[in-house]
């Protein structure tokens, strides 16, 4: 054996035919391949669809009732109508259910929670059109607190009662879903309730109540349309006028123009979805 020393070379790593090791990255949000898609696709398929309403309503032979109706400043109203009713209705869903929601999984209210959120389910069970009037001529003929309701407002506590469900069961499933030991790791620190429910338990719950939040979205746009049974608007009207009159074109055109604003507001709520999710999750 030779006395010369041979020096050992440094032990390689997993990355050294491939240069250094990248970064990690940093905490955050990750989207996957399938939520890119979900995300470009909806808003795509909206515009195409809605140019080719245009071209379509450009070149369409139409008749005088058919006109008046699919006049761009009627579609523009009842569109705006559409978006107030349901906007109000969700914002109003929100600050309602998702307060009574973390109520329900404190203290002595968690006996209450099944009877309520079985509430909020025969509520939604009910026929959306049936709510509508009932509300109406309820309010119409004795009003609460003898205040003069109009069509919308009826139509948006009507709206309120239907999107309530999702939100309220997503904020108790979310909070009720979370590993007691990280609750119990931050009372074990030091935390208050109040701040182990800001800063661990609804963080961890937001993505599960957003899923809610954006379900009511859908099923309040949607249910929207039928506001006009009421005199409260919306893209509903156009479809109305058309069912009335036999007016197939105006049947379609007020279909369509639903789907595509409910389309999209789908799509505004799983932006909101992602935006609020706390990092690496």
């Avoid at 890119?36 to 909806?42: D, G, H, N, T």
Wanted: aromatic residues 6%; proline residues 6%.
């Amino acid at each position: 054996m030779s006395d010369t020393a041979v020096e050992e070379a440094p032990p390689t790593t997993g990355t050294a035919d491939h240069g250094p090791e990248p970064e990690r990255k940093r905490s955050g949000k990750v989207i996957s391949r399938e939520m890119w898609s979900m995300l470009i696709v909806p808003p795509l398929m909206v515009v195409l669809a809605f140019v080719g309403f245009v071209i379509w309503r450009q070149t369409a032979q139409l008749d005088s009732i058919e006109a008046q109706q699919l006049r761009w400043s009627e579609i523009q109203l009842r569109t705006l109508e559409h978006i107030y009713l349901t906007a109000v209705s969700a914002v109003l869903v929100v600050v309602i259910a998702v307060p009574l929601g973390i109520a329900l999984t404190r203290g002595r209210l968690k006996r209450a929670a099944p009877v309520v959120v079985g509430i909020a389910n025969a509520g939604q069970a009910a026929p959306s059109v049936g709510l509508l009037v009932l509300l109406f001529i309820w309010f119409a003929t004795a009003p609460p607190f003898g205040w003069t309701i109009s069509g919308k407002a009826t139509a948006i506590v009507a709206l309120v009662l239907y999107g309530l469900l999702p939100v309220l069961r997503n904020t108790i499933v979310g909070i009720q879903a979370i590993d007691p030991t990280l609750v119990e790791a931050a009372r074990g620190v030091g935390m208050t309730s109040g701040a182990t429910l800001l800063r661990i338990e609804l963080p961890l719950a937001v993505p599960v109540i957003m899923s809610g939040v954006r379900t009511a979205l859908v099923l309040i746009a949607g249910t929207a349309s039928l506001a006009c049974f009421i005199d409260a608007g919306g893209l509903g009207v156009i479809l109305q006028t058309g069912i009335s009159l036999f007016r197939f074109s105006l049947m379609v055109v007020g279909a369509l123009l639903i789907a595509l604003l409910a389309l999209l507001i789908e799509w505004l709520g799983r932006l909101l979805e992602i935006a609020t999710r706390p990092k690496g999750i």
